[in-house]
């Protein structure tokens, strides 16, 4: 079976501060691929980035950063600097491929973020 | 180029009856898959529709249901509406299936349920 973990219901911080959210995975499957998306208010979940199980170089973009440990399971996101337009809902996800029906995300329950300026 | 679009916005329905929910995808894309968003459940996966084809389905009764157009076009369709299908749908589109390809999401259709 296929879980996303999210602890962090809410997080606050203060403008410019880094803030790490977590992630931790489940899955038996030995291809998968973890993603990160940002929700706004306005409701569209943006694509953040992907990650395939056989990738664990973590990756900058930006005031973004991602840490993949598979020995963790874990694919936790890191905003350095943080700004007001940060604050959002983020949501882990898990997909892994089933032969001959495809792949399904699994999301985490989202950690929501608030930037204090 | 376009994103994802979702048709309508923002939907008021009286239980009993039926409502129908629309979502063009990126163009070139085949794979469109719905999900479900409630603050009690979280984010829960419907069904994937890839080249007309029904692929994949979620734990969702029987009144959900879905259809793919010729043109990668997705509807969904919930009959017989129940206070408990209030909720933001959302619709991915992926080249391939959503995981092996990214997948880009919509606005999503707010369906209150009165």
Redesign the interface.
């Known amino acids: 079976a296929q879980k996303v973990t999210q602890a962090q219901t809410e997080i606050s911080v203060v403008e410019k501060e880094d803030v790490t959210l977590d992630c931790v995975y489940e899955t038996r499957d030995t291809t998968y691929y973890l993603f990160w998306y940002k929700q706004p208010p306005s409701g569209e979940l943006v694509f953040l980035i992907r990650r395939n199980s056989f990738d664990e170089q973590n990756e900058i973009s930006g005031r973004y950063s991602w840490n993949f440990q598979k020995s963790t399971s874990s694919f936790n996101f890191t905003i350095t600097a943080s700004q007001v337009v940060d604050s959002a809902v983020y949501f882990c996800a898990l997909s892994a491929y089933i032969v001959g029906t495809g792949n399904q995300f699994y999301f985490g329950t989202g950690t929501s973020l608030t930037v204090i300026p | 180029k376009a994103g994802v679009t979702q048709t309508p916005r923002y939907l008021i329905k009286t239980r009993g009856q039926q409502v129908t929910l629309s979502c063009s995808p990126i163009s070139g894309h085949r794979?469109v898959?719905w999900?479900q968003q409630t603050p009690g459940q979280?984010?829960q996966?419907l069904f994937?529709y890839?080249s007309e084809t029904q692929?994949?389905k979620?734990n969702f009764p029987g009144r959900f249901s879905g259809r793919q157009f010729s043109n990668s076009r997705s509807e969904m369709n919930v009959s017989t509406l129940e206070l408990g299908d209030s909720a933001?749908y959302?619709c991915?589109s992926s080249l391939d299936?959503?995981?092996?390809s990214?997948?880009?999401?919509?606005?999503?259709t707010?369906l209150t349920v009165v």
């Not at chain 2, 299936?97 to 092996?100: D, K």
């Open positions: 794979s898959s999900y979280g984010l996966f994937e890839f692929r994949n979620g933001l959302l991915a299936s959503p995981g092996a990214e997948a880009f999401f919509g606005q999503g707010r």
